[in-house]
C-alpha cells in the first residue's frame, strides 16, 4: 500500500483481486470515493472476493477474466486511466488450500490446477498429451527441476499403467524418482511447473506486462509481487526496459524499488506464505 498509495476519488486495478485482501486495503485507503476493478480468472474465488468486498457497494467492480486482457476490461468499465494497479501473482491460499482444486501435493486431490476450471486443459490432460521429452524441458525451463529427465520418464511411464489420477499420486512417484537431498519435498517444483504451464502463467504476466503500462496515468504506480526468480525475472527486465524507454511506443517510468522488497521476518513468521514474495514497483513519468 505504501507503494501503491490510494487516496480519495483515485481509480485502481486489482489485477490478481483473489479473495479481496488488497482491495479491500485499497478501499479503506481510498475513501470515501476511490473505486477499484478487481479482476480474477477464478470465478470460484470471485464469489469470496464479491462478499468480503460487498460492504463498499459499487465503489468496487469484479470482473471474471485473464489480467492479460486488462486494457479491454478497463475499457469496457470505463475505468481509464488508473492511478494505481497491483498484480499479486501465482495462487491464493484459498485454491492451495482445496485438495480437490488438485495445487496441492500435501493433500491428495484430482490433477486439474487450472485458476479458471471453465476452460483449458487440467495437468492430466497435459500429462497424457505431452512426449517425455517436452515435460523434461517444461519440469527444467519452469520448474527449474534438476532430475527433469528421470521424473519425466516415470511420468510418462506410470500414465500408461494409469496410475497417475491424482495429485498424491503424482508427488509419490516423484519422490521415488529423485534423491531426497534437501528438506523442500521434492514434488513443490514438479507442481510449480506443471500449474505454470497449465495456466501459461509466464504468457499471461508478459502480455499484462504490456497492457498494464499504458492504463496508467502520469503519476500512477504498479506494482507487482512475484512468487518465484522466473516470474521475477520477467518483472525485472520489463520494469528497466519501461524506465530506459527502450520501446518508443511505450510510456516512461521510474523504478521505485531499487533492490526487490521481501516480507520481515515478523511478516513470515505470521504468514510463511509471504516467504518467497518479491515486490517491485514502478511509477509512470509524465509524458
Ligand atoms: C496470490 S493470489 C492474490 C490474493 C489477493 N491479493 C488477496 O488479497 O486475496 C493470486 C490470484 O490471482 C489470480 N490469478 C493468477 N493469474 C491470473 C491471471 N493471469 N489473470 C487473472 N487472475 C489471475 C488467481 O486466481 C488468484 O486468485
Redesign the pocket.
Known amino acids: 500500500m505504501n507503494f501503491l498509495c490510494p487516496r480519495d476519488s483515485g481509480q485502481y486495478c486489482d489485477?490478481?483481486?483473489?479473495?479481496?485482501?488488497?482491495a479491500h486495503a485499497i478501499m479503506e485507503r481510498s475513501a470515501p470515493h476511490g473505486r477499484v476493478i478487481g479482476?480474477?480468472?477464478?470465478a470460484e474465488?470471485l464469489k469470496l472476493a464479491n462478499e468480503n468486498l460487498a460492504s463498499f457497494g459499487d465503489r468496487v467492480r469484479l470482473v471474471h477474466a485473464?489480467?492479460?486482457q486488462i486494457r479491454s476490461v478497463l475499457e469496457q468499465a470505463s475505468a481509464l486511466p488508473l492511478d494505481g494497479c497491483i498484480a499479486?501473482?501465482?495462487?491464493?491460499s484459498v485454491?492451495l488450500d482445496q485438495p480437490e482444486r488438485g495445487f496441492s501435493f500435501r493433500r491428495s486431490g484430482p490433477l486439474d490446477m487450472r485458476?479458471d476450471r471453465s476452460q483449458g486443459e487440467s495437468a492430466a490432460e497435459l500429462l497424457q498429451r505431452v512426449d517425455e521429452e517436452e515435460l523434461a524441458r517444461v519440469l527444467h525451463d519452469l520448474g527449474e527441476e534438476r532430475f527433469a529427465r528421470k521424473i519425466a520418464r516415470a511420468v510418462t511411464r506410470a500414465r500408461a499403467s494409469g496410475e497417475l489420477t491424482s495429485t498424491g499420486a503424482l508427488a509419490g512417484l516423484v519422490a521415488r524418482s529423485v534423491p531426497r537431498r534437501e528438506a523442500k519435498d521434492p514434488a513443490t517444483r514438479v507442481f510449480q511447473a506443471l500449474r505454470i504451464a497449465v495456466?501459461d502463467?509466464l504468457g499471461?504476466l508478459d502480455r499484462f506486462l504490456q497492457e498494464a503500462p499504458g492504463c496508467l496515468r502520469p503519476g500512477g504506480r504498479l506494482v507487482v509481487i512475484a512468487f518465484h526468480s522466473l516470474e521475477d525475472r520477467v518483472v525485472k527486465r520489463r520494469f528497466r526496459a519501461l524506465a530506459a524507454g527502450d520501446a518508443a511506443s511505450a510510456p516512461r517510468f521510474q523504478i521505485l524499488t531499487k533492490h526487490v522488497i521481501t516480507a520481515s521476518a515478523s511478516e513470515v513468521a505470521h504468514n510463511p506464505r509471504a516467504r518467497s514474495a518479491k515486490l517491485r514497483a514502478a511509477e509512470r513519468l509524465p509524458a
Open positions: 489485477a490478481t483481486v483473489g479473495v479481496g485482501g488488497h479482476i480474477d480468472r477464478d474465488v485473464p489480467f492479460s499479486d501473482l501465482g495462487v491464493s485454491q485458476m495456466n502463467e499471461e
